[in-house]
């Protein structure tokens, strides 16, 4: 049975230069490692299972590796995922949102502006959505994505999004809101 400690202490070299070969940056590299040993800590009972320890944390090294990649090509920091202290928006401000939201909705085309308001703004589920339609539900996912890029785009032009400690702040930049 290997439990993390012992884990780390007999394959961090190992990770380490696997991770660095893979990343090419030291910082990046050990906040791989450290994430990979944390995720160990969480799996013990996994860890103390398997067979082969250091096959099993090359699996979650790479998919830590993945995670670390997809972050970066979202333009999100590292940890963002754990940020959840944004304070709501206020009755007004969120009015405010929904005032310049709607119009930009609307001029999306039907089908990706369907696909948006079915999901995102009445919650449905897309399964429900490609059913309803008789289609697939990769086509759904396809036009709520798209919808939503399109979204961030008239979003983007027409409207003032700024993060304060208030909250988000969004003003119209002219009047296509």
């Not at 012992?6 to 791989?32: C, E, H």
């Given at each position: 049975?290997?439990?993390?400690?012992?884990?780390?202490?007999?394959?961090?070299?190992?990770?380490?230069?696997?991770?660095?070969?893979?990343?090419?940056?030291?910082?990046?590299?050990?906040?791989?490692?450290?994430?990979?040993?944390?995720?160990?800590?969480?799996?013990?009972?996994?860890?103390?299972?398997?067979?082969?320890?250091?096959a099993?944390?090359?699996?979650?090294?790479?998919?830590?590796?993945?995670?670390?990649f997809?972050?970066?090509?979202?333009?999100?920091?590292?940890?963002?995922?754990?940020?959840?202290?944004?304070?709501?928006?206020?009755?007004?401000?969120?009015?405010?949102?929904?005032?310049?939201?709607?119009?930009?909705?609307?001029?999306?085309?039907?089908?990706?502006?369907?696909?948006?308001?079915?999901?995102?703004?009445?919650?449905?589920?897309?399964?429900a959505?490609?059913?309803?339609?008789?289609?697939?539900?990769?086509?759904?996912?396809?036009?709520?994505?798209?919808?939503?890029?399109?979204?961030?785009?008239?979003?983007?032009?027409?409207c003032?999004?700024?993060m304060?400690?208030?909250?988000?702040?969004?003003?119209p930049?002219?009047?296509?809101?």
């Amino acid at each position: 049975m290997t439990t993390p400690e012992a884990a780390f202490v007999a394959f961090k070299d190992q990770l380490s230069r696997y991770i660095s070969k893979r990343l090419g940056t030291t910082q990046d590299a050990d906040d791989i490692l450290q994430e990979v040993f944390l995720r160990a800590a969480r799996n013990e009972e996994k860890l103390g299972e398997v067979e082969k320890p250091l096959a099993w944390l090359f699996t979650v090294t790479n998919s830590v590796i993945v995670d670390h990649f997809r972050k970066k090509a979202r333009g999100l920091p590292q940890g963002a995922e754990e940020i959840e202290d944004i304070p709501a928006p206020s009755a007004s401000r969120a009015q405010d949102f929904v005032r310049c939201l709607l119009p930009l909705v609307n001029t999306l085309p039907d089908k990706y502006r369907d696909a948006v308001v079915y999901v995102d703004i009445k919650g449905g589920a897309q399964n429900a959505l490609a059913k309803e339609r008789g289609v697939a539900i990769s086509t759904v996912k396809s036009q709520v994505q798209r919808g939503r890029k399109m979204l961030k785009v008239a979003i983007i032009e027409c409207c003032h999004v700024e993060m304060t400690e208030a909250g988000v702040d969004l003003s119209p930049k002219g009047d296509c809101c």
